[in-house]
């Protein structure tokens, strides 16, 4: 079929008849997108975000159920399975506009991450649920990513098209354009041209269940002279480190669960690229890939266990790290099934992620509240211990409580309080210290509790600069930060040479109140000066940090 005009309106009004009810949700969307960018004060965030959030997720959901419905020929099961989806998905949506905003609301949040994915995840997988093999979902997969690809790089060319015409327009004829116009064409181009042409790209009938080997002379150069070469590197080095972990005869390091797992979504994207010639005898190569990569895989997640169990011990629950305690049970999963099952489908591999996401993002049960329930027993049990059963404590009470308490154990009571407060909000907090307690930066024995974050770009006081001084450096780089008792150290390299920095902490303290109002000179053994820019580190992420200012060598 050529192109012409004929042709691509026929395209588009095929894709409309197929997919009407997405179509009607995607206009609705944009018209209420457009509305909060010009009116984004008349009505509350929670408001606009269903009115935006709602039909955008069910314009996907819509794209799911239909691909769904053409492989399902009982209309009775089709109808109630799409109402009872609508219904739930509906309530669903009120729920989360109800917890507007999210920074202080992290289940909710994981949970709407959760079902987006489930939903994404369900147009590449419910259409292929009865096929005797995943060649078909491959296919499909490989079309429908490609589709995205060209579609989201059209949309860009327009937007940036438009907008230089746009600015054109008010450079030549001085018509005004404000920015809420370019964010209208931005609306325009990928929340309803990229869609449209999407789902006119979508395959149907026998295209949508082409089981076909194709051979991809491409991916199959990607595959193997990059994916293959950069998994192999990484599993070098974990076997290389496990030999070292093994002479030494020492717990492996908590950033070796980070290669792990980096290392398994490498094999899932090989399992995926060859699988479509996982049968073909002139690729001897892929079939043993797929036999024996899983085998050597298995083992080394032992080092991603003891990673992740390593940060718990070491820095508490949080909802991250049990995230990737699943994770990691996942992957265990997944590659004994691989050995067991020999690559014959990579499916099921895609639909158990989606659905051990969702199930633990959901209810009293997900990650979210496990980790809120975990730390509000821990910090209850250290404050009763310490004598202060009478809760909530006030201000008072809490600084008699962390003095009371040994270093460690209060600096790990405030950081799970400020943990609860900052990504639960204060009702997390609110059995257990008063809202109007301040956990920032309490001094514990002339020690910082938390994150310290000291910033000052554009104090207007005047510096003296040191004498002896032959060069002046711009310094930006992590640092390591030892604090012992009142006193943090640490070191900056510039032109091959060390340079050691002390400051106090309750020096740095006061500093950090009097927001950017006061220069930070520091001055090291050596007799160089660092005025600070910036200067910031986490106590419980091992010492960490960054520092940037101006080194006087």
């Not at 490989?142 to 015409?165: D, K, M, N, Q, R």
């Not at 012992?484 to 050691?500: E, I, L, W």
């Amino acid at each position: 079929m050529g192109i012409s005009a004929r042709n691509i309106i026929n395209a588009c009004y095929g894709g409309c008849r197929r997919f009407p009810a997405s179509v009607c949700m995607l206009v609705i969307m944009v018209f209420f997108a457009i509305c909060c960018n010009h009116y984004p004060t008349s009505l509350q965030d929670g408001v606009y975000f269903f009115l935006i959030f709602y039909p955008a997720t069910t314009a996907l959901l819509c794209i799911s159920l239909k691909l769904w419905q053409e492989e399902e020929n009982n209309l009775r099961r089709r109808v109630i399975l799409q109402a009872v989806v609508h219904v739930v998905w509906l309530v669903a949506c009120l729920y989360f506009s109800s917890k507007v905003p999210f920074d202080a609301n992290l289940p909710v949040f994981f949970t709407i991450v959760a079902a987006v994915l489930a939903i994404v995840l369900s147009c590449w997988l419910l259409s292929f649920y009865k096929a005797p093999d995943d060649t078909q979902l491959w296919n499909f997969m490989w079309h429908t990513t490609v589709s995205v690809v060209v579609c989201a790089g059209i949309a860009l060319a327009l937007f940036i098209a438009l907008g230089i015409l746009i600015h054109s327009f008010r450079m030549l004829f001085g018509l005004i354009a404000t920015d809420k116009v370019f964010s209208d064409v931005f609306i325009l181009c990928f929340g309803l041209l990229a869609p449209l042409l999407f789902m006119q790209l979508i395959p149907a009938g026998d295209r949508k269940h082409d089981g076909s080997v194709h051979t991809n002379r491409f991916l199959n150069g990607v595959t193997h002279y990059l994916v293959v070469p950069l998994v192999t590197i990484y599993v070098l080095t974990l076997y290389v480190y496990a030999i070292k972990v093994l002479i030494r005869w020492q717990l492996p390091d908590g950033w070796v669960s980070t290669l792990v797992a980096v290392l398994m979504a490498l094999m899932l994207i090989v399992i995926f690229l060859m699988y479509p010639t996982r049968n073909d005898v002139k690729m001897r190569f892929n079939r043993v890939v797929l036999r024996w990569l899983p085998v050597v895989v298995l083992p080394l997640l032992v080092f991603m266990t003891i990673g992740v169990a390593r940060r718990l011990v070491d820095y508490g629950v949080t909802v991250f790290r049990l995230y990737l305690a699943l994770f990691n049970l996942w992957c265990y999963v997944v590659c004994i099934v691989l050995i067991a099952t020999r690559c014959k489908r990579f499916g099921w591999i895609i639909s158990s992620f989606a659905l051990a996401f969702l199930l633990f993002s959901v209810g009293p049960w997900s990650m979210g509240n496990v980790t809120r329930y975990c730390l509000q027993k821990q910090v209850k049990s250290a404050l009763v211990a310490a004598g202060c059963s009478r809760l909530p404590l006030g201000n008072v009470d809490y600084s008699r409580c962390m003095k009371q308490l040994p270093p460690d154990k209060a600096l790990a009571v405030n950081s799970k309080l400020l943990y609860l407060r900052d990504n639960y909000g204060s009702e997390a907090t609110a059995r257990l210290v008063d809202s109007h307690v301040s956990l920032e930066s309490v001094i514990v024995n002339d020690s910082l509790t938390d994150d310290t974050f000291y910033t000052n770009y554009d104090f207007d006081q005047f510096v003296d600069i040191p004498e002896k001084v032959s060069k002046v450096r711009y310094v930006t780089q992590s640092a390591f930060f030892n604090v012992n008792g009142g006193t943090c150290s640490f070191t900056v390299s510039a032109d091959d040479r060390q340079c050691h920095f002390k400051i106090s902490t309750a020096t740095l303290h006061n500093m950090e109140q009097a927001a950017g109002k006061m220069p930070l000179l520091l001055k090291s053994q050596e007799g160089n000066v660092l005025c600070v820019y910036r200067l910031r580190f986490d106590r419980h992420a091992g010492g960490s940090g960054i520092v940037e200012g101006l080194l006087f060598i």
